[in-house]
């Protein structure tokens, strides 16, 4: 039942949580960093609505019978836990390609210091390096809130594995 809850249609954007499959396939955009962002916050769906899954589908004691909640919060969990690393991995891909990229400026621009194009190249990819090496920052606070939540809820349920 959590899972549709994830995927149901945002109505701010007219999408669902499933273009983050595509977008985590290989497709993300890490040229236009608007499109990136937008990206994440698609993929960022399952922690926006993890209040909302854990209210609808962990129960509370008087319910406790009808729902496996072990089972339950275990599925959660690893979904968030795959949300986590896919957005991980695609942010840390995204700022390789960045930091490729302003490496091979800087190259040019050893070569060609006088070209002025090339200098506001330089320092607009350098701009875009920094904006994504700050999402790993947002990437954290988002994931130490979910996890938060989700241990509120679920601790007595289930105990996630030890992370090493």
Known sequence: MWLRLLTQQDPAT???NQSTMAASGGTLNCEDFSMFQEVLK???NIDDRIVHALNTTVP???FSGKVDATQ????????MMD???????AIKSCIAQSSEEVAQLRKQRA???ENLAL???????QTKLKLMQSE???EEVVNDRSLKLFSERCRIHYTPPKVK
């Not at 339950?72 to 979904?79: A, H, M, N, P, V």
């Not at 949300?83 to 991995?89: E, F, N, Q, S, Y």
């Not at 200098?119 to 990819?125: G, T, Y």
């Open 14 to 16: 007219k999408r669902t």
């Open 60 to 62: 509370t004691v008087s």
């Open 136 to 138: 790993l920052n947002v």
């Open 42 to 44: 698609v993929m960022r």
């Open 119 to 125: 200098i506001k190249l330089l320092r607009k990819e």
């Open 83 to 89: 949300a986590h690393l896919t957005r991980d991995k």
């Open 72 to 79: 339950t919060c275990k599925e959660l969990y690893e979904s």
């Open 111 to 113: 070569k060609d210091s």
